[in-house]
């Protein structure tokens, strides 16, 4: 999970968009009031009280995995992987396989073929 050292108003924003929230959505979530979302997006640098960075550590720790991935993504951080299902790679290789013995049937000469018509 990504741990924020310290929020600025980027951070916040990334969230809030993360989360799918509205600036009075996110105000409402935190308890605070909707002014304050809306300088974090116009000024992005901008470092939360401490009380808030507490709040929005919460917001991030109760967040969905979903939401996580999208915060990730909105900051541009790769730290973050989605699980892959083996199952499902195990399925997409053997269908490459099939494909690729195909394509070599359809590509080889064909000796029962006649070039006279």
């Known amino acids: 999970m990504t ?3 310290e929020w600025t108003g980027r951070h916040a924003h990334a969230l809030r968009a993360a989360l ?8 409402e979530h935190l308890g605070i009031a909707p002014r304050t979302v809306t300088k974090w997006r116009e ?7 401490p ?3 507490e709040a929005l550590d919460t917001s991030l720790k109760k967040a969905p995995p ?11 951080l790769d730290e973050r992987r989605i699980p ?10 053997t269908a490459i396989g099939d494909l690729a013995r195909a ?8 000796p029962e073929r006649s070039t006279a018509h």
């Not at 799918?20 to 105000?27: D, G, S, V």
């Not at 394509?103 to 064909?110: C, G, I, N, T």
């Open 3 to 5: 741990v924020i050292e």
């Open 20 to 27: 799918r929230l509205t600036n009075e959505a996110f105000a």
């Open 43 to 49: 000024r992005p640098e901008i470092v939360p009280s």
């Open 51 to 53: 009380y808030l960075q």
């Open 66 to 76: 979903d939401a996580l991935v999208r915060f990730e993504a909105n900051l541009g």
């Open 84 to 93: 892959l299902d083996h199952a499902v790679l195990d399925q997409l290789n």
């Open 103 to 110: 394509l070599a049937r359809l590509e080889s000469p064909d």
